[in-house]
């Protein structure tokens, strides 16, 4: 595949749909935006939301539903620290949760993370999963360590934590920050391990350092403007969709909608005709 010549065609079974979110504000960036030796604050310990990033999440929950994209979303993956699970659960979760014998479990608790909302239900909505590999840059500051799984099920019920394998962070080192290079190639392993599952339009709730040292990796074969697009800066709760393209072979998915043709098959039998001459 050639992008290089501006237009390209790639079988449609060998994609997925993508929908790429940064989390919302959370207590680090304020100011962390300011100043970067801010992110060294033991305080913002696996940081939650801001009132101002919940709004920020009310505002992209009404977009995803008056644009019709949550009845697409077939899977939310979200990376396993409160700030990126309070966004996701926010933005692709149920309405508020009626504590009864007939409600399904919470995603959310209430006031879970210091943000003094009420439950949310995981009633008509997305799967949520977390998973390790689309977590921020890791080691050295201490918003990007997480809780053990057992604090995190309490918190969050209903989201799915079986494919994380430590209940404790072992990820996360106090004197070793994982370099650009090492974070590049986990989002180049996240974004293969996609092609494991079979959905095939997932959105992904995750941190704005991974969006952009994983996505500055594509794009170099298309016009400049789409390179940009694809790897500027994520802000606070943004939201872009993208089309990842098997190029590798590493999907086997068979097509859903091709159709092979000549069924049934055999030569074509001419229909009777009454010939007057013969």
Request: hydrophobic share 35%; aromatic share 8%; proline share 5%.
């Amino acid at each position: 595949m050639d992008c290089s010549v501006g237009t390209c065609l790639f079988p449609l079974h060998r994609s997925k749909t993508i929908h790429l979110v940064r989390h919302a504000q959370g207590i680090h960036n304020v100011e962390g935006d300011k100043n970067y030796k801010a992110y060294l604050n033991p305080e913002y310990f696996d940081a939650h939301l801001t009132p101002l990033g919940w709004q920020q999440v009310d505002n992209l929950r009404n977009h995803v539903h008056s644009s019709g994209l949550i009845n697409k979303i077939d899977l939310v993956i979200t990376s396993p620290l409160m700030r990126t699970m309070q966004t996701a659960v926010g933005v692709f979760g149920g309405e508020g949760y009626t504590d009864d014998k007939t409600d399904v479990l919470p995603l959310m608790v209430a006031n879970a993370g210091n943000s003094f909302r009420g439950a949310i239900s995981s009633h008509n909505c997305p799967p949520i999963v977390a998973v390790e590999l689309c977590r921020e840059h890791l080691g050295v500051h201490p918003c990007d360590r997480r809780r053990s799984v057992g604090e995190y099920q309490f918190l969050f019920p209903a989201v799915d934590f079986s494919l994380i394998d430590s209940d404790e962070d072992v990820w996360w080192k106090d004197n070793v920050r994982e370099t650009k290079e090492e974070l590049a190639a986990r989002g180049l392993k996240f974004l293969n391990w996609l092609w494991t599952r079979k959905e095939k339009e997932i959105a992904i709730v995750t941190h704005s350092g991974f969006l952009f040292h994983t996505l500055t990796a594509f794009g170099n074969d298309c016009h400049p403007l789409v390179k940009k697009e694809i790897s500027q800066h994520y802000a606070n709760c943004e939201l872009r969709s993208m089309v990842l393209v098997d190029r590798s072979m590493i999907g086997s998915e068979a097509s859903t909608t091709n159709y092979p043709g000549k069924i049934p098959s055999g030569l074509d039998k001419p229909s009777d005709v009454v010939d007057e001459e013969h």
